[in-house]
């Protein structure tokens, strides 16, 4: 009996653990985004101070390719999009791998007081 | 107390955690600044730099060459900027304009840090806070705990806010009036009993008026003996208490005959207790001994209750009167007086209502106050006839007094009972052995006409000799004012025929 708790109680643990690193992955990786989005906030904000006479270039891999200015200015914007929708999106996925993990902690509370309640016992018995 | 103490350990522990990541906190704040203030070193030399570069068309500098060799070489297009707008963005432009893009920056710079001082600061304060937690909790400096006890309900019960707060305790207060009784204390909190059901009450006070007529029937046959016999085998200590001991002492009187002389102190305590709702007519504060704890409890005025009793005599009269001219009774048995009303009344005011009460009579089971002594007394002596109501009460009034001085040879107790203020209207000739009459001849109440009224002064406890003196004096008025009278009302007749 206590075994059969015990093994449940593993896996269990193993299924927490799980959800605790993607949790935390998630986590990142809307960080990452989040600096993205600064970045490309100040992008923007320093091509609105240029104007037509500069060459703005765009480094692609080794080479500085030749960009609009108003080109690059729309870019720039649809990045700035593109980013904001990520991290909306990495930001429900973390509530609900949160509430997943929170059922997983209850569930492995309780598991491990009835371990503990057969562990009791056997130790009572022996 | 262990308990306590693992809260307490488990409280500091908790705070000096806290405590510690609030540093922390702290501490990353000020890495970050580091950083930040850095960059801002740096900007701030690059726009140095900027502005001196154009000065001149090329520079001859020396080239760096892989990491361990330098090249000499010249620094051409001097105004020529290309400028890392982030993300793989790059833009060409002047120094100038490069400058403001820097310009730009700095500012975003600057931004970041104030935020990351200010979390600095706030968490600096945090962590004074749990310091200062930690040292309340630890009961160190000089913080001190302000507690208070929720004290016990005595407390509370003597604050007069019996009546709110008593109810669940009714009980218990029962049982504390029986050891009460024993004890030989009285006056127990009539308010609290005032917590008991109406119902309760009306059972109680059937009870007690069946054993006032066993006990009025007693009195007449076995006199003061037993009374004074009884009053000392329940409490000895309630003969010392004025008021109510007197009715207290009767209710165990009837509470023991009527149990065939068994001392049951137990149920006369509750007896006692119950009536105390009814009989109560004068505030105490009194003493009690019986209860464990010293306590001061009193009791409010209650107007008896207008319940009618048949007594021996089918005179109606109050219930709580009855008690009272009881108690007055035995007390007077032992001076050797019988009883009157008023007299006793007179010895026995505590409370407006005793005063009130010696001055409304009773007529038909009604009370009708007595008009003012003043008004009457000054038209009695002028001789006025056209006193009307006035002498009539004021008759009343005079017959009880005069009835007060004559009583001190009679130690009849009979009419003790039959004597309050609205004994007759019809105007029973008072006994005849009675030497000191007030009045000697009938009255007719609906008659205005005091037919004998004896001058009384105003204090009543005179000589005897007086109400002789009244008598005669009264007497020639009588046929006088009967005249009088009469003849009025002829003239008023014939005037209206």
């Known amino acids: 009996m206590a075994e059969a708790i015990q093994k449940k109680l593993q896996s269990e643990l193993e299924k927490y653990q799980q959800m605790q690193k993607d949790v935390s992955k998630s986590m990142s990786a809307r960080q990452k985004l989040e600096a993205q989005v600064t970045e490309n906030n100040i992008v923007k904000e320093e091509l609105d101070l240029l104007d037509t006479q500069n060459t703005v270039y765009k480094l692609i891999g080794p080479v500085l390719v030749k960009q609009d200015l108003e080109e690059a200015k729309a870019t720039v914007a649809k990045r700035l999009e593109y980013i904001n929708g990520e991290i909306q999106r990495y930001e429900t996925l973390l509530k609900d791998m949160e509430k997943k993990s929170d059922q997983h902690r209850e569930v492995l509370s ?4 009835e371990y503990q309640r057969a562990q009791g016992l056997a130790v009572g018995k022996v | 107390m262990a308990e306590r ?3 307490h350990i488990e409280v500091l522990q908790g705070v000096d955690r806290l405590r510690v990541e609030h540093k922390k906190v702290v501490k990353g704040c000020e890495v970050q600044i580091q950083h930040w ?6 900007y701030e030399a690059l726009e140095d730099q900027l502005k001196t570069l154009p000065e001149e068309v090329s520079y001859d500098i020396m080239v760096p060459f892989g990491p361990l060799a330098f090249m000499p070489g010249k620094l051409v297009h001097t105004n020529e900027i290309t400028v890392l707008l982030g993300d793989n963005w790059f833009a060409k432009c002047s120094a100038k304009q490069a400058q403001k893009l820097l310009e730009h920056r700095k500012k975003h710079v600057r931004s970041a840090l104030d935020d990351l001082h200010k979390t600095k600061k706030n968490f600096e304060a945090r962590v004074g806070f749990t310091e ?15 507690r208070e006890e929720v004290g016990s309900i005595e407390e509370f019960v003597c604050k007069g806010k019996q009546r709110v707060a008593l109810k669940p305790h009714t009980k218990p207060k029962m049982e504390a009036v029986v050891k009460m009784e024993e004890g030989g204390g009285e006056g127990d909190g009539g308010s609290r009993r005032g917590v008991l059901s109406e119902e309760e009450l009306w059972a109680r006070l059937d009870e007690l008026e069946a054993k006032e007529k066993l006990e009025e029937e007693h009195d007449r046959h076995f ?7 009884n009053d000392d085998t329940t409490s ?14 009767r209710v165990n009187g009837h509470d023991e005959r009527s149990e065939g002389k068994k001392t049951v102190p137990h149920n006369s305590g509750q007896v006692n207790g119950t009536t105390r709702d009814r009989e109560e007519e004068e505030d105490k504060g009194e003493e009690e001994e019986g209860n464990g704890l010293p306590t001061i409890y009193f009791t409010h005025t209650v107007e008896p209750k207008k319940v009618r009793i048949n007594t021996g005599k089918n005179t109606m009269l109050k219930f709580s009167e009855l008690k009272e001219q009881k108690q007055q009774a035995k007390r007077k048995k032992k001076i050797g007086t019988s009883n009157g009303h008023s007299h006793h009344g007179l010895h026995n005011i505590t409370t407006p209502t005793d005063i009130y009460r010696l001055f409304v009579d009773v007529k038909n089971g009604e009370p009708i106050p007595r008009k003012s002594i003043l008004k009457s007394r000054s038209r009695e002596n002028s001789g006025c006839s056209d006193t009307s109501e006035s002498s009539a009460a004021d008759f009343e009034e005079r017959r009880t007094f005069g009835r007060t001085l004559s009583h001190d040879e009679n130690t009849c107790s009979d009419t003790s009972d039959g004597i309050t203020e609205e004994d007759s209207p019809t105007g029973n000739p008072l006994h005849p052995t009675r030497r000191f009459e007030a009045f000697s001849c009938t009255v007719v109440e609906k008659e205005p006409i005091p037919l004998s009224i004896p001058h009384l002064t105003i204090v009543p406890p005179a000589l005897p000799t007086i109400p002789e003196r009244k008598l005669e004096e009264v007497a020639p008025d009588a046929p006088r004012e009967a005249p009088k009278r009469v003849s009025k009302f002829k003239a008023a007749r014939l005037q209206q025929k």
């Open chain 2, 5 to 7: 103490n693992k809260r």
């Open chain 2, 37 to 42: 203030e850095k960059v801002k070193g740096d």
């Open chain 2, 132 to 146: 200062d937690l930690e040292k309340l909790s630890g009961a160190k400096g000089d913080y001190v705990d302000i």
């Open chain 2, 236 to 249: 000895s200590s309630e003969e010392e208490k004025e008021g109510d001991g007197g009715g207290h002492h």
């Open chain 2, 223 to 229: 006199g003061s003996a037993d009374t004074n016999g």
């Open chain 1, 110 to 113: 309780s598991l491990q007081q």
